[in-house]
Protein backbone atom coordinates (compact mmCIF):
# COMPACT_ATOMS: atom_id res chain seq x y z
CA UNK A 1 0.00 0.00 0.00
CA UNK A 2 0.91 3.45 -0.82
CA UNK A 3 2.04 5.46 1.86
CA UNK A 4 0.63 9.06 1.84
CA UNK A 5 4.20 10.31 1.34
CA UNK A 6 4.58 8.32 -1.63
CA UNK A 7 1.02 9.44 -2.93
CA UNK A 8 1.90 12.69 -2.88
CA UNK A 9 4.84 12.10 -4.49
CA UNK A 10 3.60 10.44 -7.71
CA UNK A 11 1.12 13.12 -7.95
CA UNK A 12 3.76 15.88 -7.92
CA UNK A 13 5.59 13.45 -10.79
CA UNK A 14 2.52 13.49 -12.87
CA UNK A 15 1.96 16.77 -12.60
CA UNK A 16 5.67 18.00 -13.48
CA UNK A 17 5.59 15.30 -16.37
CA UNK A 18 2.09 17.46 -17.55
CA UNK A 19 4.14 20.74 -17.28
CA UNK A 20 7.13 19.80 -19.04
CA UNK A 21 5.06 18.29 -22.26
CA UNK A 22 3.30 21.58 -22.07
CA UNK A 23 6.56 22.85 -22.37
CA UNK A 24 7.77 21.66 -25.13
CA UNK A 25 4.49 22.19 -27.22
CA UNK A 26 5.35 25.60 -26.03
CA UNK A 27 8.80 25.57 -27.05
CA UNK A 28 8.52 23.78 -30.35
CA UNK A 29 9.99 24.13 -32.63
CA UNK A 30 13.74 24.20 -30.97
CA UNK A 31 15.39 22.68 -33.31
CA UNK A 32 15.18 22.23 -37.24
CA UNK A 33 12.18 20.52 -38.53
CA UNK A 34 11.73 18.10 -41.44
CA UNK A 35 9.53 18.56 -44.17
CA UNK A 36 8.95 15.52 -46.46
CA UNK A 37 7.63 16.35 -49.37
CA UNK A 38 6.35 13.23 -51.20
CA UNK A 39 7.00 14.24 -55.12
CA UNK A 40 10.75 15.31 -56.59
CA UNK A 41 12.12 18.25 -57.04
CA UNK A 42 10.59 21.09 -59.03
CA UNK A 43 6.64 20.21 -58.83
CA UNK A 44 3.85 21.78 -57.84
CA UNK A 45 3.95 20.57 -54.52
CA UNK A 46 7.54 20.80 -54.15
CA UNK A 47 6.99 24.84 -55.23
CA UNK A 48 4.37 25.23 -52.74
CA UNK A 49 6.08 23.66 -50.00
CA UNK A 50 9.08 25.71 -50.53
CA UNK A 51 7.25 28.66 -50.38
CA UNK A 52 5.55 28.38 -47.42
CA UNK A 53 7.98 26.93 -45.29
CA UNK A 54 10.26 28.95 -46.16
CA UNK A 55 8.51 32.13 -45.16
CA UNK A 56 7.79 30.01 -42.06
CA UNK A 57 11.13 29.86 -41.14
CA UNK A 58 11.64 33.37 -41.76
CA UNK A 59 8.72 33.91 -38.92
CA UNK A 60 10.02 31.87 -36.61
CA UNK A 61 13.78 31.91 -36.94
CA UNK A 62 13.89 28.17 -37.15
CA UNK A 63 14.43 26.03 -40.10
CA UNK A 64 12.12 23.92 -42.23
CA UNK A 65 14.50 21.49 -44.18
CA UNK A 66 12.69 20.32 -47.43
CA UNK A 67 13.38 16.43 -48.06
CA UNK A 68 11.65 15.36 -50.98
CA UNK A 69 10.99 11.66 -51.02
CA UNK A 70 9.02 11.63 -54.44
CA UNK A 71 8.57 7.90 -56.09
CA UNK A 72 5.16 5.90 -56.81
CA UNK A 73 2.45 8.30 -56.41
CA UNK A 74 3.87 9.80 -53.36
CA UNK A 75 4.09 6.18 -51.24
CA UNK A 76 7.39 6.00 -50.73
CA UNK A 77 7.19 9.44 -48.45
CA UNK A 78 4.31 8.86 -46.80
CA UNK A 79 5.54 5.57 -45.68
CA UNK A 80 8.86 7.50 -44.36
CA UNK A 81 6.87 9.88 -42.96
CA UNK A 82 4.15 7.42 -41.32
CA UNK A 83 7.13 5.81 -39.07
CA UNK A 84 8.57 8.69 -38.34
CA UNK A 85 8.46 10.40 -34.28
CA UNK A 86 4.97 12.33 -33.90
CA UNK A 87 7.21 14.77 -31.76
CA UNK A 88 6.53 17.85 -34.69
CA UNK A 89 10.06 17.59 -35.98
CA UNK A 90 8.67 15.89 -38.69
CA UNK A 91 6.04 17.48 -41.05
CA UNK A 92 5.05 16.00 -44.54
CA UNK A 93 3.51 17.83 -47.53
CA UNK A 94 1.46 15.92 -49.56
CA UNK A 95 -1.21 16.25 -52.19
CA UNK A 96 -4.25 15.17 -54.02
CA UNK A 97 -2.70 11.38 -54.35
CA UNK A 98 -3.12 11.17 -50.73
CA UNK A 99 -7.31 11.34 -51.04
CA UNK A 100 -6.71 8.74 -54.26
CA UNK A 101 -3.76 6.06 -53.12
CA UNK A 102 -6.09 4.50 -50.51
CA UNK A 103 -7.98 2.90 -53.42
CA UNK A 104 -5.08 2.64 -56.38
CA UNK A 105 -2.80 0.85 -53.40
CA UNK A 106 -4.88 -1.71 -51.42
CA UNK A 107 -1.56 -3.22 -49.68
CA UNK A 108 0.30 -0.26 -48.34
CA UNK A 109 2.30 -0.87 -45.71
CA UNK A 110 0.56 2.03 -43.92
CA UNK A 111 -3.05 3.64 -43.31
CA UNK A 112 -3.54 7.46 -44.97
CA UNK A 113 -6.41 7.39 -42.43
CA UNK A 114 -4.95 6.18 -39.52
CA UNK A 115 -0.96 6.78 -39.47
CA UNK A 116 -1.69 11.12 -39.91
CA UNK A 117 -2.82 13.63 -38.61
CA UNK A 118 -4.06 16.54 -40.92
CA UNK A 119 -2.63 19.83 -39.91
CA UNK A 120 -3.26 22.51 -42.82
CA UNK A 121 -4.99 22.78 -46.57
CA UNK A 122 -2.42 25.02 -47.97
CA UNK A 123 -3.14 25.01 -51.86
CA UNK A 124 -6.06 24.46 -54.26
CA UNK A 125 -4.94 24.57 -57.97
CA UNK A 126 -7.45 24.30 -60.72
CA UNK A 127 -6.24 22.00 -63.70
CA UNK A 128 -6.73 23.85 -67.18
CA UNK A 129 -8.26 22.05 -70.35
CA UNK A 130 -5.43 22.97 -72.54
CA UNK A 131 -5.11 21.94 -76.58
CA UNK A 132 -2.81 21.66 -79.19
CA UNK A 133 -3.44 25.44 -80.60
CA UNK A 134 -3.87 23.91 -83.97
CA UNK A 135 -7.38 22.11 -82.89
CA UNK A 136 -10.19 23.74 -84.33
CA UNK A 137 -12.50 23.22 -81.11
CA UNK A 138 -13.18 26.11 -78.92
CA UNK A 139 -15.56 24.96 -75.97
CA UNK A 140 -15.71 22.20 -73.80
CA UNK A 141 -19.29 21.15 -75.86
CA UNK A 142 -16.86 21.11 -78.77
CA UNK A 143 -15.09 18.97 -77.54
CA UNK A 144 -17.54 16.77 -75.90
CA UNK A 145 -19.24 16.72 -79.50
CA UNK A 146 -15.91 15.90 -81.44
CA UNK A 147 -15.59 13.19 -78.85
CA UNK A 148 -18.57 11.30 -79.79
CA UNK A 149 -17.93 12.35 -83.80
CA UNK A 150 -14.65 10.60 -83.88
CA UNK A 151 -14.26 6.58 -84.83
CA UNK A 152 -12.61 5.56 -81.09
CA UNK A 153 -12.48 8.58 -79.57
CA UNK A 154 -10.12 11.20 -78.22
CA UNK A 155 -6.93 10.55 -76.62
CA UNK A 156 -6.24 12.69 -73.78
CA UNK A 157 -2.82 12.56 -72.06
CA UNK A 158 -2.38 12.28 -68.79
CA UNK A 159 0.90 12.99 -66.38
CA UNK A 160 0.23 9.49 -65.27
CA UNK A 161 -1.75 6.86 -64.31
CA UNK A 162 -3.73 7.72 -60.79
CA UNK A 163 -2.42 11.70 -61.18
CA UNK A 164 -5.22 14.44 -60.91
CA UNK A 165 -5.43 14.99 -64.84
CA UNK A 166 -5.92 11.26 -65.39
CA UNK A 167 -8.85 11.60 -62.85
CA UNK A 168 -10.16 14.58 -64.13
CA UNK A 169 -10.45 13.04 -67.99
CA UNK A 170 -11.79 10.00 -66.22
CA UNK A 171 -14.13 12.48 -64.58
CA UNK A 172 -15.10 14.50 -67.77
CA UNK A 173 -15.59 11.02 -69.44
CA UNK A 174 -17.96 9.85 -67.05
CA UNK A 175 -20.31 13.03 -67.14
CA UNK A 176 -20.00 14.10 -70.52
CA UNK A 177 -20.43 10.59 -71.50
CA UNK A 178 -18.08 11.21 -74.13
CA UNK A 179 -15.54 8.35 -75.78
CA UNK A 180 -12.00 9.31 -74.19
CA UNK A 181 -9.25 7.54 -74.12
CA UNK A 182 -6.29 7.52 -71.67
CA UNK A 183 -2.57 8.56 -72.88
CA UNK A 184 -0.68 8.18 -69.62
CA UNK A 185 2.74 10.22 -69.72
CA UNK A 186 5.60 10.01 -67.15
CA UNK A 187 5.29 13.77 -65.93
CA UNK A 188 3.17 16.65 -66.89
CA UNK A 189 5.54 18.33 -68.52
CA UNK A 190 6.10 15.54 -71.02
CA UNK A 191 2.61 15.06 -71.47
CA UNK A 192 2.78 19.23 -72.07
CA UNK A 193 5.77 18.85 -74.44
CA UNK A 194 3.56 16.29 -76.51
CA UNK A 195 0.48 18.76 -76.67
CA UNK A 196 2.66 21.60 -77.55
CA UNK A 197 3.81 19.09 -80.84
CA UNK A 198 0.41 17.78 -81.52
CA UNK A 199 1.40 14.60 -80.86
CA UNK A 200 -1.48 14.11 -78.32
CA UNK A 201 -3.73 17.36 -78.66
CA UNK A 202 -5.71 17.44 -75.22
CA UNK A 203 -4.78 17.43 -71.40
CA UNK A 204 -5.87 18.50 -68.19
CA UNK A 205 -2.78 20.11 -66.91
CA UNK A 206 -2.30 21.27 -63.69
CA UNK A 207 -2.54 25.61 -64.00
CA UNK A 208 0.33 26.60 -61.95
CA UNK A 209 2.43 24.83 -64.65
CA UNK A 210 0.65 25.68 -67.95
CA UNK A 211 -0.37 29.07 -67.05
CA UNK A 212 2.87 30.68 -68.50
CA UNK A 213 2.17 28.80 -71.93
CA UNK A 214 -1.12 29.55 -72.19
CA UNK A 215 -0.05 33.00 -72.30
CA UNK A 216 2.86 32.81 -74.78
CA UNK A 217 0.98 30.46 -76.91
CA UNK A 218 2.45 27.56 -76.81
CA UNK A 219 -0.75 26.04 -76.39
CA UNK A 220 -4.72 27.17 -75.89
CA UNK A 221 -6.89 26.94 -72.91
CA UNK A 222 -10.31 25.34 -73.11
CA UNK A 223 -11.59 25.96 -69.78
CA UNK A 224 -10.42 25.28 -66.15
CA UNK A 225 -11.59 22.60 -63.34
CA UNK A 226 -12.74 24.94 -60.69
CA UNK A 227 -15.57 27.81 -59.92
CA UNK A 228 -15.56 31.04 -61.00
CA UNK A 229 -12.92 33.20 -63.22
CA UNK A 230 -8.92 32.69 -62.75
CA UNK A 231 -7.14 35.72 -62.45
CA UNK A 232 -4.30 35.09 -64.31
CA UNK A 233 -6.97 33.76 -66.94
CA UNK A 234 -9.85 35.88 -66.76
CA UNK A 235 -12.02 35.45 -69.63
CA UNK A 236 -11.15 31.47 -69.32
CA UNK A 237 -14.72 29.76 -68.08
CA UNK A 238 -15.02 26.39 -65.93
CA UNK A 239 -16.10 23.44 -66.91
CA UNK A 240 -18.75 22.96 -64.80
CA UNK A 241 -20.28 26.33 -66.67
CA UNK A 242 -20.80 23.38 -69.54
CA UNK A 243 -21.08 20.47 -67.20
CA UNK A 244 -22.66 21.21 -63.77
CA UNK A 245 -21.09 19.57 -61.04
CA UNK A 246 -17.66 19.23 -62.81
CA UNK A 247 -15.15 20.27 -60.08
CA UNK A 248 -11.73 18.96 -59.37
CA UNK A 249 -8.55 20.68 -58.09
CA UNK A 250 -4.93 19.50 -57.32
CA UNK A 251 -4.44 20.31 -53.71
CA UNK A 252 -1.30 20.49 -51.27
CA UNK A 253 -1.92 19.84 -47.25
CA UNK A 254 0.38 19.38 -44.26
CA UNK A 255 -0.13 16.21 -42.15
CA UNK A 256 1.92 15.17 -38.96
CA UNK A 257 2.27 11.68 -38.08
CA UNK A 258 -0.73 10.31 -35.80
CA UNK A 259 -0.21 11.35 -32.10
CA UNK A 260 1.61 14.17 -32.54
CA UNK A 261 0.82 16.50 -29.39
CA UNK A 262 -2.20 18.73 -30.21
CA UNK A 263 -0.32 21.85 -29.14
CA UNK A 264 1.89 21.56 -32.08
CA UNK A 265 -0.92 20.87 -34.37
CA UNK A 266 -2.63 23.92 -33.12
CA UNK A 267 0.73 25.61 -33.81
CA UNK A 268 1.62 24.60 -36.85
CA UNK A 269 -1.82 25.39 -37.89
CA UNK A 270 -1.34 28.84 -37.19
CA UNK A 271 1.88 29.80 -38.31
CA UNK A 272 0.49 28.97 -41.64
CA UNK A 273 -2.38 30.59 -41.59
CA UNK A 274 -0.27 33.54 -40.95
CA UNK A 275 2.06 32.82 -44.14
CA UNK A 276 -1.18 32.94 -46.16
CA UNK A 277 -1.97 36.15 -44.95
CA UNK A 278 1.98 37.65 -45.81
CA UNK A 279 1.60 40.02 -48.82
CA UNK A 280 4.30 38.61 -50.95
CA UNK A 281 2.69 35.03 -50.64
CA UNK A 282 -0.64 35.93 -51.31
CA UNK A 283 1.25 37.84 -54.43
CA UNK A 284 3.12 34.85 -55.66
CA UNK A 285 0.65 32.52 -54.66
CA UNK A 286 -2.44 34.52 -57.18
CA UNK A 287 0.38 34.74 -59.72
CA UNK A 288 0.48 30.69 -60.12
CA UNK A 289 -2.98 30.37 -60.16
CA UNK A 290 -3.06 29.20 -56.49
CA UNK A 291 -6.71 29.30 -54.44
CA UNK A 292 -6.32 29.61 -50.73
CA UNK A 293 -7.71 30.71 -47.42
CA UNK A 294 -7.72 30.35 -43.84
CA UNK A 295 -8.62 26.95 -42.36
CA UNK A 296 -8.26 24.67 -39.04
CA UNK A 297 -7.44 20.91 -38.75
CA UNK A 298 -10.67 19.55 -38.43
CA UNK A 299 -12.00 21.45 -41.73
CA UNK A 300 -9.06 19.73 -43.62
CA UNK A 301 -9.74 16.68 -41.88
CA UNK A 302 -13.43 17.13 -43.08
CA UNK A 303 -12.16 18.15 -46.74
CA UNK A 304 -9.69 14.77 -47.23
CA UNK A 305 -12.12 12.64 -46.32
CA UNK A 306 -14.95 14.28 -48.81
CA UNK A 307 -12.04 14.11 -51.51
CA UNK A 308 -10.86 10.27 -50.59
CA UNK A 309 -14.22 9.10 -50.77
CA UNK A 310 -14.99 11.34 -54.24
CA UNK A 311 -11.93 9.93 -55.77
CA UNK A 312 -12.02 6.70 -54.26
CA UNK A 313 -15.76 6.51 -56.25
CA UNK A 314 -13.63 7.04 -59.36
CA UNK A 315 -11.11 5.00 -59.30
CA UNK A 316 -13.50 2.07 -58.55
CA UNK A 317 -15.75 3.53 -61.56
CA UNK A 318 -13.68 3.70 -64.20
CA UNK A 319 -11.56 0.47 -63.14
CA UNK A 320 -8.07 2.36 -62.96
CA UNK A 321 -5.08 0.12 -62.04
CA UNK A 322 -1.24 0.76 -61.66
CA UNK A 323 0.76 -0.73 -63.16
Known sequence: ???????????????????????AQADWPNKPVKVIVTYPPGGGADTTARIL???LSEMWGKPFVIDNRGGAGGTIGAAVAA????DGYTVMHDATA??????LYPKLSFDYGKDFEPVFLASLVPNLL??????????????????????????FASSGNGTAQHLCLELLKFMAKAPINHVPYRGGALALNDVIAGQVK???????????????????????????????????????DTIAGFEAYEWNGVFVPAGTPPGIVKKLNAGLN?????????????SLNIDFKANTPEEFRAFVGAETEKWGKVVRDAGIKIG
Not at 98 to 103: D, F, I, Q, R, W
Not at 140 to 148: G, P, R, Y
Not at 274 to 286: C, G, N, S
Open 83 to 86: KADP
Open 98 to 103: YSVNPA
Open 130 to 155: VVTPSVEVKTVADIVELAKKTPGGLD
Open 53 to 55: FQK
Open 202 to 240: YFFSNGSASVGLVHGGQVRAIAHTGRGRLGTLPDLPAVQ
Open 1 to 23: MLTRRQMMAASAAFVGAGAGIAR
Open 274 to 286: EVLRQPDIVARFK
